[in-house]
């Protein structure tokens, strides 16, 4: 199991990789495409006594929206049903932490080499008002970011307040004064 909450199929002969694929009814794992890597999700409210957020349900939606789709770099996003944040969600690239008043979204953290805690983008949030705020910030980060540039170092080039005035600044659900 990775980190990732993966299986990782190791020591296959590389002629016999096409039939495992096909006999377990799946596509393709891509490990290093510049596209959503994965959503760590932790238990949330399906078995954990401190959820307070469907943090399983949101993970699996986000996850499906994003399935080989191809970004500037690879990308991770992190679900956390409650504040213990489980879901590693303020050192991935797109992170949600739920709580019992609603959802928050960070933006553009890692754990790699060069960490960054991701900005925090809104807070109190519906489960459609954060889907449709990753949908955005996703979008902005994939019409501007570099090739290989991973959203900690695309947020410290082009400034959080940048993504503020032309992502933010357009969603009637956001108050910029609380950021």
């Known amino acids: 199991m ?3 909450q993966r299986m990782v199929l190791v020591g296959i ?6 039939g495992v694929w096909n006999e377990l009814g799946m596509t393709v794992g891509q490990a ?3 596209c959503v890597h994965y959503v760590q999700a932790c238990p949330g409210t399906a078995v954990c006594r401190y959820g307070k957020q469907d943090s399983l349900g949101l993970g ?6 994003y399935l080989d789709q191809q970004l500037p770099a690879k990308l991770k996003m992190g679900v956390s049903g409650c ?3 489980c879901g590693e969600s303020y050192l991935r690239d797109v992170g949600v932490v739920g709580d019992s008043k609603g959802w928050t979204v960070i933006f553009g953290g890692n754990s ?6 991701g900005n ?3 807070k109190n949030l519906s489960k459609g008002e954060v889907i449709d705020l990753v949908q955005r910030l996703v979008q902005y980060y994939r019409s501007n970011g570099k090739p290989g540039e991973r959203t900690a170092r695309f947020v410290e080039r082009v400034g959080f307040d940048a993504i503020k005035q032309d992502v933010l600044s357009l969603i009637p659900y956001i108050s910029l004064k609380d950021l």
């Open 2 to 4: 990775t980190s990732g």
């Open 13 to 18: 002969e590389e002629e016999n990789v096409e």
């Open 32 to 34: 290093t495409a510049p």
């Open 60 to 65: 699996i939606e986000l996850e499906g929206l």
């Open 83 to 85: 504040p213990r944040c």
């Open 112 to 117: 790699g080499g060069r960490p960054r805690i």
């Open 120 to 122: 925090v983008v809104a």
